[in-house]
């Protein structure tokens, strides 16, 4: 079946580190691929996406590229913000628009 | 584009009563809405799919008869908690896709229900 595994947390950092949280999924056929962020009390916000292998999906200074030899999709900023506080979803949509998401990582960004 | 809104954003409900949550595309038609739950600290669990016009397909261990969804129209979905009790206390999300050919789904921002 699919299903996704992202790094546990918290992850906590120093403003200006760099940040890497990994998503691994397992999937059926060829998914697309999705990081969501969800700040505290509200509902999640689309990062960033990509749809084939190989695609890089990038927003706002994270990018995450879509690996199907390691099936990865791993999430990348080169120097954080204590804006960029939240929960960082990473999730696989399938043929039929189902949705599986990861557990959720917490990022703490720390002035 | 692509807004969600969700209503209430918040509601306190007495055990036994029924809640309506309401969920709107505002700037677009969507044929197929979402519904999740979310416990505290964890991820989100797909309750069921909602197609305009038709009954809504829910995931298994999901009791329909408490959980009633009704889509009635291209902007609008509605889940109703019957009969709420405090196990039912939890974060409700929607989300929506934006067309038949996409597979994006943009998330109202959660209705907080709170049973006593």
């Known amino acids: 079946g699919n299903s996704v595994t992202q790094m546990e947390g918290p992850v906590t950092l120093s403003e200006e580190a760099f940040l890497t949280i990994n998503c691994t999924y397992t999937a059926t056929g060829y998914p697309s691929l999705f990081w969501y962020v969800q700040y505290p009390g509200e509902g999640l916000q689309l990062l960033l996406k990509?749809?084939?292998?190989?695609d890089k999906g990038s927003n706002k200074g994270f990018e995450a590229t879509y690996r199907k030899e390691t099936t990865s999709f791993h999430l990348e900023k080169g120097s954080v913000q204590v804006s960029d506080s939240a929960v960082y979803f990473c999730?696989?949509?399938?043929?039929?628009?189902?949705?599986?998401f990861g557990s959720g990582t917490k990022l703490n960004v720390k002035p | 584009g692509a807004v969600v809104s969700q209503h209430p954003s918040w509601v306190i409900c007495k055990s036994g009563t029924s809640v309506k949550i309401e969920c709107r595309s505002l700037d677009f038609q969507a044929t197929t809405m979402f519904w999740y739950r979310q416990f505290p600290k964890q991820s989100l669990m797909l309750m069921a799919t909602?197609?305009?016009?038709?009954?809504?397909?829910?995931e298994q261990g999901v009791e329909k008869d408490k959980f009633l969804i009704n889509h009635a129209s291209l902007t609008l979905s509605t889940l109703t908690v019957t009969s709420a009790h405090p196990e039912d206390s939890s974060f409700y999300i929607c989300?929506?896709?934006?067309?038949?050919?996409?597979?994006?789904?943009?998330f109202g921002p959660g209705t907080r229900l709170t049973v006593l």
């Open positions: 990509a749809t084939k292998a190989d």
């Open positions: 909602s197609n305009e016009g038709s009954k809504a397909t829910y």
């Open positions: 989300s929506a896709l934006t067309g038949v050919n996409t597979d994006t789904q943009y």
């Open positions: 999730a696989l949509s399938d043929n039929f628009n189902k949705f599986y």
